[in-house]
């Protein structure tokens, strides 16, 4: 009886990853209590990520995993598809969610009214949801719905900042976002004209019969814009910066290390599952259009983050240019590139993650994040800052951390392809971040504390504790890099169509 | 030759063109809401323009009717009309929180009073 039970549940995994999240957010709105929202939250988040490490482990044994919700099956129904790409996007995911959250209370008391902080863990969830549903889903319109599920969560979180300057940025973001989200939507459309299907499997197949006509690369031009603006690519990045560094501290800190991935896997999966190399590539030369740009990005968001003196509004500007990093594995179309690209979303989302928990913990004792207030932190607040030192340096692409991993794979993929102008502004742009990274270091560790102030302690054990097992697992994935770089490569060897 | 037979997708770049350019030019925030939607209604009408078949009824079974519009588009945007104006209420909700803020609705003045805020 049990073991059938749970045969069914196993079954249904896929589905749960959305349904439980979502039914979770209204029990959160009816519970009205902030510990029992929380705590409604958390196991729901912890349930989710414990359920992406079992798909992922039954992607690996299994191959794809494919579900029809409702029992409709493809392609007239709604269809959960679940291959190496997505798993390894859902864990992150999930997993930057659930450690996210698991610090959230106590960061989150600071900026939002405590009466408030049952609506945010319900949007917190709803947000999840939509970032999960896009990640599993293999319907085109599904991923429009669950795009807007997401984003507009999004913004209601960001608007939840301290400032007044949370709701302009957050208007800001909605501006740029729908019409991105619109973008997508219209090149879905066209899609549809072409093919007669949503259903992402039978769109490639009938792409692939009909070629390249003018609808279809339009269509591929309009969803390539509308996931660039959600992606923050440069130039469609303004809306970024202002974002995170006025939404609250652990809504930045979930934000930048989900959605923008998300966002990536989108494009990955449009234009290499549905539109294909030869069309995209062949037909569009979108790889030199997104290579430019790439490259564009990795140096002027280091340069911009350089002049900063808000070091979350730095840190924002430096997710720019990672973004940068992961565009350009995607432009190099080698199995050494794209590994890099999707390592990078693996490996950025754990260190901006722990990095903006960083800043969450410098916020809750010094009430600031700007330069002037890590004077003097490293010994005042040393646990915090060796936090910083280690993700920081994960972010330059130090040996033995994550940054090194997929850097070393996007250089080998920009020489192998023969780009070696490439490879040397990959170098160029990691020294970049070497300048920004150690401006904070020298503040902090080798400028004495100002006379005047106030004696502060180390930030709580709360909030330490998710900020070193992300901190933590920056090392870990670079020393055991079996898991991400080998999923990663799975991925992109089959993106390219070479099945192992 | 200008085709006369495609007319419904001009209007709907015109309305996509109208749209995006009130959203990029106008710097009260409700006008650029309204542009917003401008925009979101053209891709609507594309999709319901593009289900309908000339000649085509409802997808209903009755008799004396042989000819059906596709009605997956249709309902595809009953979900983007409801995206559209949950987004439409949560702008408008945002926008009411910044009037109390700033005082104002104008994008220029806000930057302005935000440009003020830096210490």
């Not at chain 1, 999923?487 to 992109?492: H, K, L, N």
């Amino acid at each position: 009886m049990i073991d059938h039970l749970i045969e069914i549940v196993v079954d249904d995994l896929p589905a749960l990853q959305i349904a439980v999240p979502l039914l979770a957010a209204t029990l959160c709105i009816i519970a009205r209590r902030r510990r029992t929202a929380w705590v409604i939250a958390m196991v729901v988040a912890w349930a989710s990520f414990l359920n992406a490490m079992l798909i992922l482990r039954r992607v690996m044994t299994e191959g794809t995993i494919s579900y029809a919700e409702g029992g409709w099956r493809a392609p007239w129904g709604i269809e959960l598809r679940i291959d190496s790409l997505n798993a390894l996007v859902l864990l992150i995911v999930t997993g930057i969610c659930a450690i996210v959250l698991t610090a959230a209370p106590r960061s989150l008391a600071q900026e939002v009214p405590r009466s408030k902080h049952y609506i945010v863990y319900a949007v917190y969830l709803l947000c999840m949801t939509g970032l999960a549903g896009m990640t599993v889903t293999g319907d085109a319109f599904n991923i429009f719905v669950f795009l807007e599920i997401s984003s507009l969560s999004s913004y209601a979180l960001i608007s939840q900042g301290s400032t007044r300057r949370a709701l302009s940025s957050a208007i800001q973001y909605l501006i740029m976002g729908t019409i991105g989200g619109t973008f997508i939507l219209l090149g879905i459309g066209m899609i549809y004209m072409v093919t007669g299907t949503l259903n992402i499997v039978d769109m490639s197949n009938q792409l692939a019969a009909v070629g390249p006509n003018r609808a279809v690369l339009v269509a591929l031009a309009c969803i390539a814009v509308g996931t660039a603006i959600k992606l923050a690519l440069f130039p469609l990045h303004i809306w970024l910066p202002n974002a995170y560094t006025y939404a609250p501290a652990v809504v930045t800190a979930f934000l930048a290390a989900t959605a923008t991935k998300v966002a990536y896997y989108v494009l990955l999966r449009f234009v290499f599952s549905v539109f294909g190399v030869d069309l995209a590539f062949g037909a569009l030369r979108l790889d030199v259009v997104l290579m430019g740009l790439a490259l564009l990005a990795m140096v002027a968001g280091s340069i911009v983050a350089i002049f900063q003196h808000d070091i979350k509004r730095m840190l924002a500007y430096s997710s720019v240019a990672q973004i940068g990093y992961m565009v350009l594995g995607l432009s190099l179309v080698s199995v050494a590139g794209l590994t890099g690209g999707i390592v990078h979303l693996f490996n950025h989302a754990l260190m901006k993650s722990g990095l903006f928990l960083v800043m969450a913990c410098v916020l809750l004792r010094t009430g600031s994040t700007r330069l002037e207030a890590f004077q003097g932190l490293g010994r005042r607040m040393p646990i915090t800052m060796a936090a910083f030192v280690v993700a920081g340096l994960s972010l330059i692409g130090v040996p033995a951390t994550v940054g090194f991993v997929s850097k070393w794979y996007l250089v080998t993929g920009a020489i192998e392809s023969g780009h070696w102008p490439v490879a040397v502004v990959i170098l160029v742009s990691s020294l970049l971040a070497l300048i920004y990274i150690w401006r904070v270091v020298e503040v902090a560790y080798f400028r004495p504390a100002p006379e005047d102030a106030p004696e502060i302690g180390e930030a709580p054990l709360s909030l330490l504790g998710p900020t070193w097992l992300l901190v933590g697992a920056t090392v870990f994935f670079g020393i055991f890099t079996s898991l991400s770089v080998g999923v990663a490569s799975d991925a992109a060897r089959m993106l390219l169509g070479m099945m192992p | 030759m200008f085709d006369w037979g495609l007319y419904n997708y001009w209007v709907v770049i015109f309305l996509m063109m109208a749209g995006l350019y009130v959203v990029i030019s106008r710097s009260n925030l409700v006008k650029k809401i309204i542009g917003l939607n401008v925009f979101q209604v053209s891709v609507i009408m594309f999709y319901i323009s593009m289900g309908k078949v000339r000649g085509g009824t409802a997808p209903i079974e009755a008799e004396g009717f042989e000819i059906y519009s596709n009605p997956l588009p249709h309902v595809l945007m009953l979900t983007a009309i409801v995206v559209g104006v949950a987004t439409t209420a949560l702008a408008l909700s945002i926008v009411v929180r910044i009037h109390e803020a700033y005082d104002t609705i104008e994008e220029d003045e806000i930057r302005l009073l935000d440009e003020g805020d830096e210490p």
